[in-house]
C-alpha cells in the first residue's frame, strides 16, 4: 500500500488533466489559424469535468465494495454546472453575433428563451445542478442513496448538447453523436475515477481488468463514431487536409491510435500485473495519471472540433 505523501501527490498530478486540454485546444487552433479558442478552452473543462462525474458514479459498478464519494460528486458536478453556464454564455454570444463581453443580459435572455440552443443550454444546467443537489444530499446523510440517478442525469447533461449540435441534421447523427460523447465520458471518466478513489493494491487488483474489459470496446466506439460522424460532416476524403476542421479531426485520430497502442501494451503488461497484486498502488496511480493526461489532450482536440463551424 502506498504511502499518504506519495499518493497524495500523485492524486495532485491530475491536475496535468488541466494544462493537458488546453494543450489541446491550442494545437488544434494553430491547426485552424482561426481566433483565440476561448470558448474551446471552456468547452473542454466542462467536458472533463461531465466524464469525471460519470465515471465517479459508475465507479461502484466495478467494484461493489466502494462506496460513492459523494462530497467529491457534490463538489465537481457544482463546478461542472458552472463551466456549463459559461459555456453557455459563449454560445449565446456567437448567435448574437457581438464580443462576449459585449453580450448584454437582454440579450443574452432572448437566447435562453427564443432559441433551441439556450433551451438545450438551461437542460444541461438543470441537469448539472440536480446532480450537485443529490450528490450534497446524499453526503449528507443519504445512506440508502444509489447513484443510479446520477447516472441518469450526468449522462442526459453529457448527451444532450451532441444530441441538438449539427450532426442532428444527418440521417442517424444524433444518435451516432450521442453515442460518441457517452463513450468518450465513460472510457476517460472511468480512469480518473479509479485515480481518484483506489488506494491498495487489492482494489486496483479487482477493478483494473474489469475497466480494461470495458475500455477497449469503448475506445473502439469513440473512434468509430468519430471517423463516422467527421467524413460525415466534411463531406469525403478531400477536405481532411485543406480545411481546419479536417486538419483538427487527423489530429485527434493520431492522438486516438497512440492511445490504442498504449492500451494493448497496458493490457499486456500494466493490467496483468496489478491483476496479479505484482504492482503497488502507486505505480497503477501513475500510469491511469500518465493515460488520462494523453485522453485530455484528444479532448481539448475534441472540444475545439465542436464549436469549429
Excluded at 289 to 297: G, I, N, P, Q
Aim: hydrophobic share 55%; aromatic share 6%; proline share 4%.
Amino acid at each position: 500500500m502506498s504511502s499518504g505523501p506519495t499518493v497524495i501527490r500523485d492524486v495532485r498530478a491530475l491536475l496535468l488533466i488541466v494544462p493537458a486540454g488546453l494543450l489541446g485546444v491550442g494545437l488544434a487552433w494553430l491547426l485552424t489559424a482561426g481566433p483565440a479558442p476561448a470558448e474551446g478552452a471552456v468547452r473542454v473543462l466542462a467536458d472533463g469535468l461531465g466524464a469525471t462525474v460519470l465515471g465517479l458514479a459508475a465507479l461502484p459498478r466495478l467494484h461493489e465494495r466502494l462506496s460513492p464519494p459523494w462530497r467529491m460528486l457534490a463538489a465537481l458536478a457544482g463546478v461542472w454546472c458552472v463551466t456549463e453556464f459559461v459555456v453557455l454564455v459563449f454560445e449565446a454570444a456567437e448567435v448574437v453575433g457581438v464580443p462576449t463581453r459585449r453580450l448584454s443580459a437582454e440579450q443574452f435572455g432572448t437566447f435562453l428563451t427564443e432559441i433551441s440552443g439556450g433551451q438545450v443550454g438551461i437542460a444541461i444546467l438543470v441537469a448539472t445542478a440536480a446532480v450537485a443537489g443529490y450528490s450534497t444530499l446524499a453526503f449528507r446523510g443519504g445512506e440508502s442513496a444509489s447513484t443510479d440517478l446520477v447516472l441518469v442525469f450526468a449522462a442526459v447533461a453529457v448527451a444532450l448538447r451532441p444530441i441538438t449540435g449539427h450532426m442532428s441534421q444527418q440521417p442517424f447523427g444524433s444518435v451516432l453523436a450521442a453515442v460518441h460523447a457517452l463513450a468518450a465520458a465513460a472510457w476517460f471518466g472511468l480512469l480518473i475515477a479509479l485515480a481518484l478513489v483506489i488506494r491498495t493494491r487489492g482494489e486496483w487488483a479487482v477493478t483494473l481488468p474489469r475497466y480494461s474489459a470495458v475500455a477497449l470496446p469503448l475506445i473502439g466506439v469513440v473512434a468509430a463514431t468519430g471517423v463516422v460522424n467527421g467524413l460525415i460532416r466534411l463531406g469525403g476524403l478531400g477536405p481532411l487536409l485543406d480545411t481546419g476542421y479536417g486538419r483538427i479531426m487527423l489530429a485527434k485520430t493520431t492522438v486516438l491510435a497512440g492511445l490504442l497502442a498504449l492500451g494493448w501494451w497496458w493490457r499486456r503488461t500494466w493490467v496483468r500485473r496489478a491483476a496479479d497484486h505484482r504492482m503497488d498502488a502507486t505505480g497503477s496511480l501513475r500510469r491511469a495519471v500518465l493515460e488520462v493526461t494523453v485522453m485530455a489532450v484528444a479532448f481539448g482536440l475534441a472540444a475545439t472540433l465542436a464549436v469549429t463551424a
